[in-house]
């Protein structure tokens, strides 16, 4: 067979089939009014206290056909914890806790990510505290839509647990029945909502 009927059948398979074509990763901004970073943490031994952070930002760096994800990195204002009451507010915001005077700001910076047939896994370092320990979650990502203003945003869900002495805050207090006041484990939820920037 001549060469140029080599050249003739391999653009026939070229039409037939033409290579698969990815999307570059895009920049998606966190949308702070659309989100929620929640936290829960045991109290008292018998119930469990929820709180979230409300002053933060960030970005996810995604291929939105297939979710997948080369980069996340976020800031969060220590200052901004809230838990529904001022006097627990005040005494997370000092130095027995976050001492958010010395330490401002807890960042996060993903190191690593994976697709799981449930959805996915993140490794990433998280500075809190003036500590910085990986952290891993675990969740899935929602998908994206335009929105009724031509911006495109994307939606993903994920859980991990911290423990707070890894991060250097070790107050505590021993009830009368042996147990403590405040748990170690943090259990994370994230619910984030992020926008595609514009070119």
């Avoid at 291929?63 to 800031?75: K, L, Y």
């Avoid at 401002?104 to 990433?124: D, V």
């Amino acid at each position: 067979m001549s060469k140029m009927w080599l050249m003739l059948l391999w653009l026939a398979v070229l039409a037939w089939f033409p290579p698969a074509v990815h999307a570059e990763p895009a920049r998606w901004n966190l949308d702070p009014e659309h989100s929620t970073i929640e936290f829960r943490i045991t109290h008292m031994v018998v119930s469990k206290t929820t709180g979230q952070f409300t002053d933060y930002a960030g970005y996810i760096d995604m291929d939105a056909e297939d979710g997948t994800v080369t980069a996340i990195e976020a800031t969060i204002k220590a200052e901004s914890v809230d838990t529904n009451h001022i006097k627990r507010d005040t005494h997370l915001r000092n130095a027995e806790f976050l001492d958010v005077k010395l330490y401002p700001t807890i960042i996060y910076k993903m190191k690593n990510y994976k697709k799981t047939s449930e959805g996915f896994t993140a490794t990433g370092d998280l500075t809190l505290h003036g500590v910085t320990k990986e952290v891993l979650l675990t969740g899935r990502y929602n998908g994206s839509t335009k929105d009724p203003w031509g911006s495109t945003r994307a939606g993903f869900s994920a859980e991990g647990k911290l423990n707070r002495k890894d991060f250097g805050m070790i107050w505590n207090k021993t009830l009368d029945n042996g147990g403590l006041v405040v748990g170690d484990e943090v259990q994370i939820r994230l619910d984030i909502e992020c926008i595609k920037a514009k070119p």
